[in-house]
């Protein structure tokens, strides 16, 4: 079975200042990753996706993430995140049978 | 607008009462799923559902029952049974073709116990 670590239960950013988020998966085959964010109260909203192709995968806010299969890791990055962006993120990995496994969440803070 | 709706948003439970979470998308979707959200433990998977009318057993099914007879509906139901029932409850669907593992999401249910 496939699981997810994200070894950052908190990371406190000052605002406008980068942001990167770890995320290390366990799949025996191609993985099918995603991240995901939630505002307190509020359902998840798919930032981003990797299913095949460029490593490099692009998703909305200012988002990014690379697939590095070599080190079973999908980090998302931000260049310069925004007081809207403090929330929970959420990586997730996908199999063949449609579930999905999630990782404990990382809570983000931005500080003025 | 298409999307995944679920209510109520609160719903409060006494005991020994089973209560049902409705769970409505518009997205034509085959798939949907019911998850549980507990504060730092990421989503745990319930139940789901590829098809009308066939459901699986999630990671955490025991206390749990659902129904899939439209395309669009996938209620859940918490049963007595379930004796810590508090969390947030998360319904999401995906298509079953292209990229079909790709899951949206509702805006939860919030379950109190009285």
């Known amino acids: 079975a496939q699981s997810v670590t994200q070894p950052d239960i908190h990371i406190t950013v000052s605002e406008g200042a980068s942001l990167e988020l770890r995320c290390n998966y366990s799949y025996g085959a191609t993985p099918y990753l995603f991240w995901y964010v939630q505002s307190p109260g509020q359902g998840l909203q798919l930032l981003l996706k990797?299913?095949?192709?460029?490593?490099l995968v692009q998703g909305i806010k200012g988002f990014e993430a690379e697939f590095k299969r070599s080190q079973s890791s999908f980090n998302l990055r931000k260049p310069s995140v925004h007081w809207s962006d403090a929330a929970e993120y959420f990586c997730a990995v996908g199999a063949w049978d449609y579930k999905l496994s999630f990782g404990a969440g990382t809570t983000v803070t931005v500080r003025a | 607008d298409g999307g995944i709706t679920q209510s109520p948003k609160y719903l409060f439970r006494k005991e020994g009462q089973n209560v049902t979470l409705s769970c409505e998308q518009n997205?034509?979707?085959?798939?949907m799923y019911w998850y549980r959200q507990d504060p730092g433990q990421g989503l745990r998977l319930i139940y789901y559902?590829?098809?009308?009318?066939?459901?699986q057993k999630g990671d955490i099914a025991e206390g749990y029952s659902v129904s899939r007879e439209k395309k669009e509906s996938f209620p859940l139901t918490v049963t007595s049974a379930q004796k810590n029932p508090t969390a947030f409850y998360l319904c999401?669907?995906?298509?079953?073709?292209?990229?079909?593992?790709?899951?949206?999401f509702g805006p939860g249910t919030r379950l109190l116990v009285l």
């Open positions: 990797y299913f095949s192709g460029d490593t």
């Open positions: 559902s590829q098809i009308v009318n066939d459901f």
């Open positions: 997205l034509n979707h085959d798939a």
């Open positions: 999401a669907s995906s298509p079953r073709t292209g990229e079909g593992k790709t899951q949206y």
